[in-house]
Each structure stands twice: as C-alpha cells, then as structure tokens.
C-alpha cells in the first residue's frame, strides 16, 4: 500500500513509487482507507491454505522493513524522549534474477569435463551471438568439448557437431542432456556393487594401475568400464562422464594418485616420478563417496536441457560428406570451428588414461585410424582441411558466415586461409590477430615454451 505524509517523503520509498511498473500495479490494487476497521480488512482477505497451486510467476517484488527506536533526550524535561522510524526497501526484478541463476547454472555444466583445445566460453558466446540470430543452423565439425555448440543451443540457435575424440563427445552429450540425479546416483551405486566380482583381476593390473589407484578405486574403475554402456545409454553416459572428469588429478581432487587433471601423464613417466617423490602408493578413497558428492553439487542449481542439436562422434571428413549430399542441408548460417593445428599434438594419446576407461588400449598407443593422430603429413593435414570445408560449403547459406580459429603459425595460417578462400571464393577475408593473453593456446599447453605469435581468426563473408 502506498505511504502517507512523513513516509512517501523517504528517498528509496519515493524512487520505488515513481517506478512505472510499480505505478501499475498499485492501479490493480484494493487500496486500505483510513476509514476501513480491522475486521472489515479481515473479511478481504485469503486464507494462505484457500489459495490454489499456480504456474503464475510474478514481475517483481518489493520487500520493505521498518523498525521503531525511542531515544531519551538529556538535558530535556523528566521523561523527555523522541521516536523515529527506519525504514529499508527493495525493489527486486524477477526477470533478473532467473536470468542470472540461469546464467549460474549453465555456467556450472558448461565448464564440466577437462579439455585441452577448446573455445573460451565468453569468446563462443560472443561470436555466436554477433554473427547469427535467433533460429539460425550453426555448424561445428571439429566441436571439443562441444563450447560452440552448447552456446549455440542456449542462445537458441540450431546446431549440428562433429567430434572424432570419444571424450569429447561425451562430455558433450552429458551437458547438453545429462540424465536425472536419482538415476545417475542410483547406477552409480549399482556399479559399486559389482565392483567386488573384479577383485582377483586387481593382480593382473600392471604396476602403473597397482600405483595409480587404490585397490577399491581400481576395481570400481573395472566395474564402470565392462558394465557402462555409455555409447547408448543416457544414464550411462552421464556416469561416465563424471568419472572420466575425476579419474586423475591432484591427490583430494581426483580418484588417482598426484597427477595433472587435464592431461594423462606418460605410462612410464608417471612411475618414476611417483616413486622417486615420494607417492610409492595412491590415496585411500572410496569411489562411491567420492563421486556422489560431486554428483550432488553438479546437479544442485539444476540441469540444462539444451535443445535443437544434433552430434556425431565421427570423423568430420567422412561424415558431413554423407550429410551434405541431403537435399535438406543448405540451411546453415555460420561455420564455426577451429580445426586441429597442424604438427601440435596427439589428442588420444595426451588422453590415453580416460580413453583406457572407455574400452581403449592399457598405455599410450599412437593410433593408425585417420586423424586421430598427431598431424606430421603437411600434405595429409591440407587434405583433412579441404575434405572438411568442401563438404561444409554445399551446406551453407548463400549469404553465410565463415569463422574459424587457427594458429598463427605461417603453415597452420596459410593453408587454413588457402583451404577457406577455394571453398568460399564469394566471400570477402578478413583476419583478426589473437595475441597472447591469460588463456594459453594450444602449442603453450603442451609443453613448448618458446614465443609464441599467437591465434589468428579467419573470417569470410558474404553480402
């Protein structure tokens, strides 16, 4: 109800007044005379049990406090004293606050999963949202960890992804669509359970796993690995994927003995350093404990639901070959990417630990499988680039964007330019240097020390 006399006069009372939407909703409202006695007020109004469950979520609210003080005045007359009232008031905007809390949780489920090349996240959201509107088909074929097209999905645009990383893909698929917290809890204390029928293969783990994990851990990580069917099922899935984020790391921080979290140490590397610092056995843990906790503060501001989109674990230069001979699937609006620099790194083998869990090979192996390796062939890697952007440009939309991140390295530059403009010839260039800053790129990430020129974006467009 609106104040009268000395209170409307009250600063952040008359500010709140003035405001039109509270303007509003005062002309909607049943206004208290000074004429009106407590029981016919009474009579007005509803009983909290009476009101039925509603849908209705309000604007905005105000809260308003006020307390009353009585002060004895000295050198008055006996008894002399003086009262005041103060008065606290805030205006909240409900359309705020469930943006922000939504803004908090996706944030929490957007930066699940440890991933060496990947968007920052900020970068991905500012991209998409200059570069596409509402409804617009965007197209990632080399997605991470899925930054670009998580983005996308929460900025309400359509989204088509390509991963040939298993880990990837998973961490993906898990934060677009996890399952329900009962039932992630619920498998994982069923794969707990069967933990126990693995004990006499404890003895045939090699020393590396005998030093890296704990016994109860080792046969819980055993279990996951023969019984989680994570490529089909969502509950599945999403357990994996939370033991895949929390299979090594910093002792109290991961399952494992002291290890990086964002990289798999080297098989033999690992066991001597163990040994020669100190760490000649692994941290007592019980898996079950461990994760459930996890578990619990993952899921505690909610889960996303992020949809129209769609991802493939493939291999990007086979499989958008298949989906752009659709008559369907010129639709899309902006490419964005950036590709694997050439020479850098080895992604399966810098993750060879997660990918063992994921039914791979018990030590680091180099892969024979097409681009799955480290890129040394100057000539398979422009291949790669060209089977990729051919395909994708009989996808795109005549008046598209073009937007992909690459090293600033002269080969990796030049021949991801070379590649763009011959499948995009109606488009204009344009280049964006990236220099150094507190997120480090990708050849910083894995060791090499020396100056680096940076990340170069390539973008082309057409009017």
Same mark, same amino acid.
């Given at each position: 109800?609106?104040?009268?006399?000395?209170?409307?006069?009250?600063?952040?009372?008359?500010?709140?007044?003035?405001?039109?939407?509270?303007?509003? !909703?005062?002309?909607?409202?049943?206004?208290?005379?000074?004429?009106?006695?407590?029981?016919?007020?009474?009579?007005?109004?509803?009983?909290?049990?009476?009101?039925?469950?509603?849908?209705?979520?309000?604007?905005?609210?105000?809260?308003? @406090?006020?307390?009353?003080?009585?002060?004895?005045?000295?050198?008055?007359?006996?008894?002399?004293?003086?009262?005041?009232?103060?008065?606290?008031?805030?205006?909240?905007?409900?359309?705020?606050?469930?943006?922000?809390s939504k803004e908090e949780f996706i944030s929490r489920w957007l930066r699940f999963g440890p991933y060496y090349a990947m968007f920052p996240m900020e970068f991905a959201f500012k991209v998409i949202e200059k570069y596409s509107e509402l409804g617009d088909y965007i197209i990632d074929p080399?997605?991470?960890?899925?930054?670009?097209?998580?983005?996308?999905?929460?900025?309400?645009?359509?989204? !088509?992804?390509?991963?040939?990383?298993?880990?990837?893909?998973?961490?993906?698929?898990?934060?677009?669509?996890?399952?329900?917290?009962?039932?992630?809890?619920?498998?994982?204390?069923?794969?707990?359970?069967?933990?126990?029928?693995?004990?006499?293969?404890?003895?045939?783990?090699?020393?590396?796993?005998?030093?890296?994990?704990?016994? @109860?851990?080792?046969?819980?990580?055993?279990?996951?690995?023969?019984?989680?069917?994570?490529?089909?099922?969502?509950?599945?899935?999403?357990?994996?994927?939370?033991?895949?984020?929390?299979?090594?790391?910093?002792?109290?921080?991961?399952?494992?003995?002291?290890?990086?979290?964002?990289?798999?140490?080297?098989?033999?590397?690992?066991?001597?350093?163990?040994?020669?610092?100190?760490?000649?056995?692994?941290?007592?843990?019980?898996?079950?404990?461990?994760?459930?906790?996890?578990?619990?503060?993952?899921?505690?501001?909610?889960?996303?639901?992020?949809?129209?989109?769609?991802?493939?674990?493939?291999?990007?230069?086979?499989? !958008?070959?298949?989906?752009?001979?659709?008559?369907?699937?010129?639709?899309?609006?902006?490419?964005?990417?950036?590709?694997?620099?050439?020479?850098?790194?080895?992604?399966?083998?810098?993750?060879?630990?997660?990918?063992?869990?994921?039914?791979?090979?018990?030590?680091?192996?180099?892969?024979?499988?097409?681009?799955?390796?480290?890129?040394?062939?100057?000539?398979?890697?422009?291949?790669?680039?060209?089977?990729?952007?051919?395909?994708?440009?009989?996808?795109?939309?005549?008046?598209?964007?073009?937007?992909?991140?690459?090293?600033?390295?002269?080969?990796?530059?030049?021949?991801?330019?070379?590649?763009?403009?011959?499948?995009?010839?109606?488009?204009?260039?344009?280049?964006?240097?990236?220099?150094?800053?507190?997120?480090?790129?990708?050849?910083? !990430?894995?060791?090499?020390?020396?100056?680096?020129?940076?990340?170069? @974006?390539?973008?082309?467009?057409?009017?």
């Amino acid at each position: 109800m609106p104040f009268e006399n000395e209170f409307a006069s009250y600063e952040p009372l008359r500010r709140i007044l003035e405001n039109p939407k509270v303007k509003a !909703l005062q002309n909607r409202l049943k206004i208290r005379t000074l004429t009106e006695s407590h029981e016919e007020i009474q009579k007005r109004l509803t009983e909290l049990s009476k009101i039925k469950p509603s849908d209705f979520q309000p604007d905005l609210i105000i809260a308003i @406090d006020g307390s009353h003080h009585e002060v004895k005045i000295e050198n008055g007359f006996p008894g002399a004293e003086i009262g005041y009232i103060t008065v606290a008031s805030v205006l909240l905007f409900l359309d705020k606050v469930r943006e922000h809390s939504k803004e908090e949780f996706i944030s929490r489920w957007l930066r699940f999963g440890p991933y060496y090349a990947m968007f920052p996240m900020e970068f991905a959201f500012k991209v998409i949202e200059k570069y596409s509107e509402l409804g617009d088909y965007i197209i990632d074929p080399f997605f991470g960890r899925g930054t670009s097209i998580i983005a996308a999905s929460v900025l309400e645009r359509k989204s !088509l992804g390509i991963e040939i990383n298993p880990l990837g893909w998973l961490y993906t698929q898990t934060k677009l669509h996890p399952a329900s917290k009962d039932r992630v809890l619920s498998k994982l204390d069923e794969i707990n359970d069967y933990s126990h029928k693995y004990k006499d293969e404890l003895k045939e783990q090699s020393r590396f796993f005998r030093l890296c994990f704990c016994d @109860d851990v080792l046969k819980f990580l055993i279990s996951a690995r023969k019984n989680l069917n994570w490529k089909k099922s969502k509950v599945d899935a999403t357990l994996m994927s939370f033991i895949l984020v929390y299979l090594h790391g910093k002792i109290g921080e991961g399952l494992s003995n002291q290890m990086k979290m964002t990289k798999s140490m080297g098989y033999n590397y690992s066991i001597e350093w163990w040994l020669k610092n100190g760490y000649e056995k692994p941290p007592v843990i019980n898996p079950s404990e461990f994760l459930k906790k996890r578990i619990e503060w993952r899921y505690e501001k909610g889960k996303p639901n992020l949809n129209h989109n769609k991802i493939f674990l493939a291999d990007a230069s086979t499989k !958008l070959n298949t989906i752009s001979q659709k008559a369907e699937s010129k639709k899309y609006s902006l490419l964005f990417t950036s590709p694997p620099y050439w020479s850098i790194t080895n992604y399966h083998v810098d993750q060879w630990l997660r990918l063992w869990l994921l039914g791979g090979a018990p030590r680091p192996t180099s892969l024979t499988e097409n681009n799955k390796g480290r890129f040394l062939s100057k000539q398979k890697y422009m291949e790669m680039l060209q089977s990729v952007f051919a395909s994708t440009a009989k996808m795109m939309k005549r008046k598209s964007i073009i937007y992909v991140r690459t090293d600033a390295r002269e080969f990796t530059f030049n021949i991801t330019k070379e590649v763009l403009q011959r499948n995009f010839p109606n488009h204009k260039l344009q280049i964006k240097k990236q220099p150094l800053n507190s997120h480090k790129t990708q050849t910083q !990430l894995f060791g090499d020390k020396s100056e680096k020129p940076g990340e170069v @974006d390539i973008i082309l467009k057409r009017n």
